[in-house]
């Protein structure tokens, strides 16, 4: 049984790991349910399920519960699963799959300003070829209007060069051309 609901009587899609491996996640089906990634996984304790559930839900194609869940929305890409994944399974780019999935699908996102920060996380590198920081928080404020509700969290980063500006990437153009051809289906 989940830790949210019963996992009796739904429905299971056994096209939907098909999906995910279309998409570019390699690997996925060889889970083999060591837990390492979900032991390690240091937002696990935000999380519904952990990681190795969510890989599992999305082998045995339980396509809604894993798409409506707020796991494949919290994971920080901290890539500590993939450094412990005997099968060299990817979870993060599982869970950011996972959460285009979502999105075109139209599932609610548990957490609404989420969606704002991967998007505008994803603009500034497709525009740039990398992140920037400070832009980063610039848009992302504006976009929330959540001005001044961490100023001073700000204030201690870049006192303590945490926040670092990162010009354009020599090959930004080409990052761009990738993103385009992805949203274009080419």
Known sequence: MSERTGLINLKADPRFVRELESRGVANVSRCMQC?????????????????????????????????????????????????????????????????????????????????????????????????????????YKLRTRTFFDDMGLGKEMMLKRKIKYAGKVKGHREVRKIFDRIKGGK
């Not at 994971?75 to 005997?86: D, G, K, L, M, Y």
């Not at 099968?87 to 979502?102: F, S």
Request: charged share 25%; with cysteine.
């Open 35 to 139: 837990m390492k990634c979900g032991v390690g996984c240091p937002v696990r304790f935000a999380m519904d399920y952990n990681p190795t559930q969510v890989i599992r839900m999305s082998i045995l194609g339980l396509a809604d519960e894993v798409l409506s869940c707020n796991t494949i929305w919290l994971c920080s890409a901290c890539e500590t699963c993939v450094t412990r994944c005997p099968m060299e399974i990817d979870v993060p780019r599982v869970m950011d799959v996972l959460k285009e999935i979502a999105v075109e699908k139209g599932y609610d996102i548990p957490e609404s300003r989420t969606k704002v920060f991967h998007d505008v996380f994803m603009g500034i590198v497709r525009a740039r070829g990398r992140m920037n920081e400070p832009m980063l928080f610039g848009h």
